[in-house]
């Protein structure tokens, strides 16, 4: 009996503890200064240390930067950079050295683009001109998972064209990125996925048949039911459908896609950075000093005195004082478990992608927070959350956003922006996709296509001698 009604009452705080973690963790630094703030308004079990202390060692430190105590930079290695939590909140001083006054650079910030705006970029270079009315009438009839709410027939009888038209503009969206945008359906979004993996991969052979029939059985996970459809055992249902898991997407504006993810709530990035780079020192196998902006940290803490009063209180009063405690608890607790989340996730980051931290997007290691997931033995959800928002100031003081990090396909378009900028005559997307492949990059002339677009690079027939692509770097 008391071991149930110990499972009973901790599990509640297990759960709050668990969203509370995940609520914050998805935070910028700017929106979690402003939480907190809020927290030390309203609830008065909260308080602020009058002296700072480190976040993990707990000894008081009087300067920023590491921790002397226990994040020594004597002790690290070139390729294990010292990542610690800061409380600051100017971002202006790096590395103990101020910035230049005047205007902040313009990479700084980074631009809302929605997705209508950044398909529509991609697609411009192949698209007629007496198509362009078809496009943007398909673009700004996109709901919030990137499919149509319009069929291709209305938009043929609005515009007084052949349907076929219209299926040749919604071909030229749904080859965007990201794929499947623009599709009448979920399943039509998985099926165009389909098709572009299989011109690099070979997908399970029932795969196709799977999504065109067997959507129901895959939604309610009825495996044994899926193989019997598809005459194939229940094992190779099971492989089929994480292979459609794991590649494909229905909702395709739910994916990740340029530097914002649509699912969640669309915003600039703050000129702020939440992430600092900097390096110990300027010799080449310096470690990296990465400093987490996390606002109050080491400073904030339950009210000490407030807990003794609580023995004291009314009996009117004691409830509510003991919510603000264990609230004032709870967020203290929740935000030491973010910024260790995100220590450690910046920690392996680091080690990832150092050449690409410090020499620029061609070194730039192909990563998916899926993959980070699993090294770092959590969900996927919880690097999504990490990840989403936050902005990273590199040594070269260029900001850009964490999400960029993930980017598969930067290193490839940085590779063809140099061919394309060294071209002695303009070549197509066939001659790059093959000097591409000599540098290791295996991607089919389809693709080429899509990047160069992505890059507002010109098709070869429209690219003159002179032409040169825009410094992206």
């Not at 009604?5 to 630094?29: D, F, I, V, W």
């Not at 044994?224 to 395709?252: C, H, M, W």
């Not at 992505?454 to 098709?459: H, T, V």
């Amino acid at each position: 009996m008391l071991l149930q009604t110990q499972k009973t009452s901790l599990r509640p705080q297990t759960t709050a503890h668990l969203a509370q973690t995940m609520s914050l963790l998805e935070l910028t630094s700017a929106e979690l200064s402003q939480k907190i703030e809020a927290a030390l308004a309203s609830n008065p079990a909260l308080e602020l240390a009058e002296e700072h202390h480190c976040p993990y060692c707990r000894r008081p430190t009087l300067k920023a930067g590491p921790c002397p105590a226990c994040k020594t930079p004597h002790a690290a290695t070139p390729d294990q950079p010292i990542v610690f939590i800061s409380p600051r909140r100017d971002f202006r001083r790096t590395n103990g050295q101020p910035d230049i006054d005047g205007d902040a650079p313009e990479e700084w910030t980074a631009a809302v683009e929605d997705l209508p705006t950044y398909v529509g970029r991609q697609i411009a270079p192949e698209l007629n001109l007496e198509d362009r009315a078809l496009a943007a009438h398909l673009l700004t009839s996109l709901d919030e998972d990137g499919l149509l709410t319009v069929s291709l027939l209305e938009v043929a009888r609005y515009h007084h064209v052949p349907l076929s038209r219209v299926e040749h503009v919604q071909r030229l969206i749904q080859r965007a990125e990201p794929l499947g945008v623009g599709s009448c359906s979920p399943q039509e979004a998985l099926l165009v996925q389909l098709e572009v993996l299989s011109e690099t991969r070979t997908p399970p052979r029932e795969t196709e048949q799977a999504i065109r029939q067997g959507m129901d059985a895959l939604s309610r996970r009825a495996y044994g039911e899926l193989g019997r459809l598809l005459g194939v055992s229940t094992d190779k249902a099971v492989q089929i459908a994480e292979f459609i898991s794991e590649n494909l997407n229905p909702y395709p504006a739910r994916a990740y896609w340029g530097d914002i993810h649509q699912g969640a709530a669309q915003q600039p990035f703050y000129p702020e950075p939440d992430i600092i780079i900097s390096r110990l020192s300027e010799a080449e196998d310096t470690p990296l000093l990465i400093e987490i902006v996390s606002p109050y940290a080491g400073a904030l803490r339950v009210n000490t005195l407030f807990r003794q009063a609580l023995n004291e209180a009314p009996p009117e009063k004691a409830q509510a004082w003991q919510h603000d405690l264990d609230e004032a608890a709870l967020l203290v607790k929740c935000l030491q478990q973010r910024d260790n989340t995100l220590v450690r996730m910046m920690q392996r980051l680091a080690m990832l992608q150092r050449a690409y931290i410090l020499h620029g997007d061609a070194y730039i290691i192909p990563l998916t927070r899926a993959q980070l997931a699993q090294e770092l033995n959590v969900h996927e959800s919880t690097i999504s959350r990490a990840v989403a928002g936050k902005a990273v100031q590199l040594p070269n003081r260029k900001i850009v956003p964490l999400a960029r990090w993930f980017d598969r396909s930067l290193n490839v378009r940085t590779a063809l922006l140099q061919i394309i900028a060294e071209e002695k005559q303009p070549l197509s997307d066939t001659q790059i996709a093959r000097l591409l492949a000599r540098q290791g990059f295996d991607v089919a002339r389809r693709t080429v296509a899509k990047y160069r677009s992505m890059e507002g690079i010109l098709p070869a027939r429209l690219r003159h001698h002179s032409t040169k692509p825009n410094d992206h770097s």
